[in-house]
């Protein structure tokens, strides 16, 4: 049962453009939420991350709305730039149980 | 780098073998989780200790095992390996605790030929 979903597999964007990607999930419990880039070969590398009682974090080109009556996520990237090419991973962390649900992964082409 | 060691980085290995991935959390980090990645497959949780108990387990197979000692490191036994099985293992380590954030290893890849 996947309880975080990314429901775009992938995503073209061109340089400069805004790049929107998509995160829901089910849990009504899942109080944290974090969004994660990953090269390949490499390991996924922490973007940023939202609590449930905000509704937007914003960290230089990298912003996190979280609609919880939606259970909906989303990253925004702006301005992209190719090296933001990567897969991206949505999270989400339910207090008590501490694990860590991760969507499939949004694969991000910024075309130059 | 994330402080999350992982070894070793790469391994081959025939069928029906058994080999074991070890993996050193962040120092202070009590919570370490095993994942693995297949071929365009996202993140698929395979189990959770928290200084040294078993947390949680997600779709672990029989076949794999895992463990943390005291000194909090971490080992993934995997046994009776077979061709579905190749793929990328990664390893991550938390604080613990809610608003906690999880980082990850580089990852070994396995290779089941």
């Known amino acids: 049962d996947q309880q975080v979903k990314q429901n775009s597999p992938s995503l073209s964007v061109q340089e400069g453009r805004i790049s929107i990607l998509n995160c829901d999930y089910t849990?009504?419990?899942?109080?944290?939420f974090l969004w994660y880039k990953k090269y390949p070969a490499e390991g996924p590398t922490f973007l940023i991350s939202?609590?449930?009682?905000?509704d937007k974090n914003e960290d230089g080109r990298f912003t996190v709305f979280l609609n919880k009556s939606a259970k909906h996520l989303s990253l925004h990237i702006v301005p992209s730039q190719p090296g933001d090419s990567a897969v991206y991973f949505c999270?989400?962390?339910?207090?008590?149980?501490?694990?860590?649900?991760f969507g499939t992964g949004t694969s991000l082409t910024v075309i130059p | 780098d994330s402080g999350v060691t992982q070894t070793p980085k790469h391994l081959i290995t025939a069928t029906g073998q058994r080999v074991t991935l070890r993996c050193s959390p962040r120092?202070?980090?009590?919570?370490v989780y095993w994942y693995q990645q297949s071929l365009d497959q996202g993140l698929q949780f395979l189990i959770q200790?928290?200084?040294?108990?078993?947390?949680a387990k997600g779709n672990i197979l029989e076949r794999f095992s895992a463990q943390q000692f005291p000194d909090l490191h971490s080992e993934l036994n995997l046994s009776s390996l077979e061709l579905g099985d190749s793929a990328l293992y990664f390893c991550?380590?938390?604080?613990?605790?809610?608003?906690?954030?999880?980082?990850f290893g580089e990852g070994s890849w396995l290779t089941v030929v």
């Open positions: 939202i609590s449930s009682i905000k």
């Open positions: 200790y928290y200084n040294g108990e078993e947390r």
């Open positions: 999270a989400a962390l339910e207090g008590t149980g501490n694990q860590f649900y």
């Open positions: 120092s202070g980090d009590l919570s």
């Open positions: 849990n009504s419990m899942f109080d944290y």
């Open positions: 991550a380590s938390s604080i613990g605790g809610s608003l906690n954030t999880i980082y």
